[in-house]
């Protein structure tokens, strides 16, 4: 079992891009690529797929691990720091 096995909870990372298999689509098992948002198998290994929740609120198992990275950056990270400074009721930031 290598680092892309998606039956191994520990190599899915949240912000990682996979392909899972939804639920409606067991039968044909089509994939859908995603980018993790939640990880929601609480055990170490699964025989069918680490069960996670994409960015996109759609929840399947999955199977292809396309990018193990853990995605950084993005609105928030990227945001600058402003300083902490009291301001007086006469000031603003805009002075």
Sequence with gaps: MGIKDGRIRKNVLIGATVQVVLKIDQSSSKLTKGV??????PTAKHPHGIKVRLNSG?????RKILSAKK???GPVEDAPIMPKIKLMPWESYDD
């Design 71 to 73: 995605r950084t950056g």
């Design 36 to 41: 993790v948002a939640e990880i929601l198998t």
């Design 58 to 62: 759609q929840i399947g198992r999955v």
